[in-house]
């Protein structure tokens, strides 16, 4: 019935640009499409919310290192799956989206569910495009795919609303035979000679040398280390990147976070933006420290703070090219080398702290005491996502893992479940632990029913505080009441048994262990599972000390927006 139809060209161009699954929910305006892809043999993983489809694409383009595809109805369709884009938008995740409208007769004349949707996209995308015509869908899907995947721009999602006329058009035969192109090749980009002459030059002449990663090293995995050994610079990884270099790398120095900032002489962003995490590369926190910035987009380049010198480029050459200029070169290391040594005594005390993290007076865990004991039971490739308050804060710095997945710079929480389940679709060999606060939890645990029917081992570990904890403290400490931020201790095991997953409720120190080893060893039986750990509610998070979730006026953290402040003061 589809054959020929612009629908099936869809599906026949998805497939040729190597789509094996589709994350979707159905609905009229979107049947054409839905009935082609599965005609063409591409999965379509039917999921309970549109918002879940777009997270799930999401993971799974972080996974895959290529874009993927979520499908969403018109009208409320779009609209739910907005928080999705809006994080993927803001994380530069290659997602391309997928949606129907009504037919072009009914178009404006209060059609059911008609809504300008490119209008609503177009802020939160790279290219929102409703495509009037069906022969031409080949080359929109590939200019959009382009568009998702940053070739001349910053990567991120795309959206093409497809009226369903359209997708029931037919066409001739011959606009079927495409060429065969798997994802599309990113053209390279090299930063000239001269600039890199003067960035090594730069980087030799530090004493203090730090480099910063994001979204833009993830290509440039094996080419950092090297450029690290070489250039004697410490290392701080961002969410973006977390896990691309193993803990054991000597220029790993993440437990001296501050020191290593304050401390810098140079810092050297890879395809990282300086944003909130990075004090936005104010003077009033990075002084007169030089800065260099190397990335493969603009971006990433010029956003808050130009560099004393920048190197537009696919990052891997540059940095095997700067590699090489200070290959012979003297690099002062001594710096570097205490700040891993302390940078280890503090990490061992914290995993010793983490091992005797006390309950409280009512015998609920510390939340590090949960993550103390996951994190035993993790396995080196692990893929770990983190969510909520102050869980996502103490599981960011406790639990390490070679992949790890966050709500990000848009602070998007309730995106566990559909995270773990996209993970889980692109990496099945590999172990994949979601750990999410109850409040968190409750946006897509729905998901867990999606889990299920499609048959996605994985695992969810709630930390049931009973309450959204990080807004409660913030509500205590200036306030000093707590206004609709208690939740209830719900049952969440019994909640994913009845969704079919294998769960358990863990209360107290004595059940920790016994009852994470039958859950890991469900989980390693191929089982979806899911663990409700009672934690507690007081135990303060580093983002609850530094401020995170005050959001002062000038900058994210405390101490920067006090820096901040006194430095404006200073200059008027
Ligand atoms: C979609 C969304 N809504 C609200 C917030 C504000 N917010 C940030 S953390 C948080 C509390 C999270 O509670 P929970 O997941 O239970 O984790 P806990 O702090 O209790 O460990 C809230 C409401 C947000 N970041 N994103």
Request: charged share 25%.
């Amino acid at each position: 019935m589809t054959q020929n139809s612009g629908a099936a060209l869809i599906a026949t161009t998805l497939k040729a640009r190597g789509t094996e699954r589709v994350f979707a929910l159905c609905g009229g305006h979107i049947m054409p499409i839905w009935m082609a892809l599965d005609d063409a043999g591409i999965e379509i993983v039917d999921v309970r919310d549109e918002r879940s489809a777009v997270y799930m694409a999401h993971a799974h383009a972080a996974l895959t290192g290529r874009f993927s595809v979520a499908l969403v109805t018109a009208g409320p369709g779009v609209t739910n799956a907005i928080t999705g884009v809006a994080n993927a938008h803001v994380s530069r995740s290659p997602v391309l989206v997928l949606a129907g409208s009504p037919p072009r007769p009914q178009e404006g004349r209060g059609a059911l569910q008609d809504l300008d949707h490119c209008a609503l996209m177009r802020p939160i995308t790279r290219i929102a495009k409703k495509i009037s015509t069906a022969s031409s869908l080949p080359r929109e899907l590939d200019f959009a795919i382009s568009a998702a995947l940053g070739i001349g721009g910053e990567p991120g999602p795309c959206f093409l609303d497809i009226p369903v006329d359209v997708q029931r058009d037919i066409l001739p035969r011959v606009i079927f035979e495409l060429e065969q192109v798997a994802g599309r090749a990113k053209p390279r980009a090299r930063a000239f000679e001269e600039d890199l002459d003067v960035a090594a030059e730069l980087i030799q002449n530090s004493n203090r040398p730090v480099v910063i990663s994001g979204r833009g090293a993830n290509d440039a995995a094996d080419a950092l280390p090297h450029f690290l050994e070489i250039s004697g610079a410490a290392y701080l990884d961002t969410g973006e990147t977390k896990g691309i270099l193993p803990e054991s790398h000597p220029a790993q120095v993440g437990a001296m976070r501050g020191a290593a900032l304050s401390g810098a002489d140079l810092i050297i962003t890879i395809g990282r933006k300086l944003d909130f995490q990075l004090a936005y590369g104010s003077p009033a926190i990075f002084g007169s420290t030089k800065f260099l910035r190397i990335s493969d987009v603009a971006q990433e380049l010029n956003d808050n703070r130009l560099g004393d010198m920048a190197l537009l480029g696919t990052v891997e050459d540059t940095l095997e090219k700067l590699s090489k200029r200070l290959a012979d070169k003297r690099i002062p290391r001594e710096w570097v080398e205490d700040l891993r040594r302390n940078h280890q005594k503090r990490s061992a005390a914290l995993i010793q702290a983490m091992e005797t993290a006390p309950s409280d007076a009512f015998g609920r865990l510390h939340p590090n005491r949960l993550l103390g004991e996951i994190r035993k039971r993790l396995k080196q490739n692990a893929i770990v996502i983190a969510d909520g308050g102050d869980i996502l804060s103490f599981a960011r710095v406790g639990l390490s893992s070679s992949t790890y997945l966050d709500p990000g710079p848009l602070g998007c929480i309730g995106m566990a479940t559909p995270f773990a389940i996209g993970a889980a679709k692109a990496a099945p060999e590999r172990q994949v632990v979601a750990v999410t606060g109850d409040g968190a939890f409750g946006f897509t645990g729905i998901e867990m029913d999606t889990a299920k029917r499609h048959n996605v081992p994985m695992m969810i570990v709630v930390s049931n505080n009973g309450s959204w904890a990080i807004e409660v403290r913030d509500q205590m400490d200036r306030f000093g009441k707590a206004v609709g931020t208690h939740l209830q201790f719900t049952d969440y095991a019994g909640m994913a048994r009845s969704f079919g997953l294998k769960a358990w409720r863990i209360e107290g120190e004595d059940a920790l262990a016994p009852g994470l080893d039958a859950a890991f060893a469900a989980y390693a039986e191929g089982h979806t599972v899911l663990v409700d750990v009672i934690t507690s509610p007081e135990a303060v998070s580093s983002d609850s000390k530094t401020g995170l979730a005050i959001v002062p006026d000038f900058q994210a953290l405390s101490a920067w927006d006090d820096a901040e402040r006194n430095w404006l003061e200073e200059k008027h």
